[in-house]
């Protein structure tokens, strides 16, 4: 923050940095027992199950993030802070045999990004709707709206993230975009098509291969407003290999960290998504083409001495669209360029009242071609209380992201300003 700040300013300063640095180590010096980590993942919606045999059932279950969040504004001082719905989701899922099953998830849209007076202000919608025709673990297929296979970030979704805000680079089609139909792309990493998936043993090298793949609306244009005007399909397809231990989710989704539940996890992936006219405008256009690597090492250090998990993206998208599409109102201004972020954690072993502490730090880099550099660091404490079905974060962001956010147009400035927020989620 500028000088000038006031006392209380620096005591809030003061205080994060205590939150981050110094309170894991206070608890642990004053904890009278240490407790192995038992971390656990199963929601209590195994309750609100209703069942009349192995293969036959339906599963009700729900899901709430919230955030608190302080910024400092362009004056330099810190604002009074205001509330977030980061999201309200409720699931259902179900099966009627072994092999045909379904899942139906809502969230409530524009519920965190609407003013007084805004239409809609909040619309509670379909987030996922799909007919799963699952065979055997080398060949599956899903139909409907479902999240699009491409990186680890997209396929944990906000809940199974190892930290609360975890979206930092730049978003493919069906993220970027806010609908479906004329002028989206879909919302949410969602979109409507097909999914193939499964996974093999190669016996190549010790270890898991797993795939997803599959074609979907992608952006969708009028005659005469948007790039795909032809109406071209986006294909997307993503590969991981488990070199230690499988990770054992439902279909081809992920999670960004197992809180040492599933053991030593190596798994190294590679996705992409491709759509003809997928960027720009109708008089300015080009196709879309993205590229991601990501990395998941999570070790479960010997003698019970704690949890450690590093996440690591880099994406590469190709956007090649004049900058004057930037002035069309009709474009789909897609990012053109490279990103790349890396998040290091530990959790200790020991319990703490009802939890685990969890430190962690985390720096992104954005790199557009036709437009400004873009950078944050974030450290932060994870209070790990039921794995994925509650947490609690508090954590510090610095960079100049928040500022120029989404906008990739040429010449575009902000300033680096500091960010708290205290954030947490529940599941049943």
Not at 93 to 105: A, I, L, M, S, Y
Not at 282 to 302: I, N, Y
Request: aromatic share 16%; with cysteine; charged share 20%.
């Amino acid at each position: 923050m500028k000088t000038g700040n006031n006392s209380l300013q620096i005591k809030i300063k003061n205080t994060i940095l205590f939150l981050v640095t110094a309170l894991p180590g206070i608890f642990l010096l004053t904890a009278f027992q240490a407790h192995a980590v038992d971390v656990s993942m199963k929601p209590i919606s195994d309750k609100l199950k209703v069942e009349s045999s192995e293969t036959r059932w339906i599963k009700l279950g729900a899901g709430y993030r919230g955030s608190g969040i302080w910024t400092e504004n362009l004056n330099g001082n810190l604002n009074g802070g205001r509330y977030s719905n980061d999201n309200a989701r409720i699931y259902l899922n179900g099966q009627f045999n072994e092999h045909f099953k379904f899942e139906v998830n809502t969230d409530c849209f524009f519920c965190n990004n609407t003013s007084a007076g805004d239409n809609p202000r909040m619309s509670y919608n379909i987030l996922d709707a799909i007919a799963k025709f699952e065979f055997n673990r080398y060949f599956n297929f899903w139909g409907g709206r479902m999240l699009v296979p491409t990186e680890r970030g997209e396929l944990s979704g906000p809940f199974f993230q190892a930290t609360h805000d975890a979206f930092k680079t730049p978003f493919f089609s069906q993220d970027f975009s806010i609908k479906f139909g004329d002028g989206g792309a879909g919302r949410y990493g969602r979109d409507d098509g097909a999914t193939f998936w499964g996974s093999a043993e190669p016996k190549i090298v010790p270890g898991t291969l797993g795939y997803a793949m599959g074609i979907y609306r992608g952006l969708e244009s009028t005659h005469t407003t948007g790039p795909n005007s032809g109406g071209s399909v986006l294909t997307a397809a993503r590969i991981t290999y488990n070199f230690l231990n499988p990770e054992k989710n439902p279909g081809y989704y992920t999670s960004s960290t197992y809180y040492g539940k599933a053991g030593d996890i190596l798994a190294l992936a590679f996705g992409m998504s491709y759509q003809k006219n997928g960027a720009g405008s109708f008089a300015h256009r080009s196709d879309f083409l993205g590229f991601t690597g990501d990395l998941l090492f999570e070790k479960v250090l010997p003698g019970n001495r704690g949890v450690f998990t590093t996440n690591a993206e880099y994406k590469q998208f190709y956007a090649n669209y004049s900058t004057a599409a930037f002035g069309d109102k009709d474009c789909f201004c897609m990012f053109d360029g490279k990103s790349w972020t890396v998040t290091g954690l530990y959790m200790f072993p020991t319990k703490v009242g009802i939890g685990h502490f969890q430190p962690y730090g985390r720096f992104t880099s954005i790199q557009p071609n036709r437009s400004s550099n873009r950078e944050e660091i974030e450290a932060g404490l994870n209070y790990i209380i039921d794995g994925f079905n509650a947490r609690i974060s508090a954590y510090y962001q610095h960079g100049d992201l928040l500022m120029k956010g989404l906008n990739y147009a040429p010449g575009v400035a902000g300033q680096a300003l500091d960010v708290f927020k205290i954030s947490f989620q529940l599941q049943i």
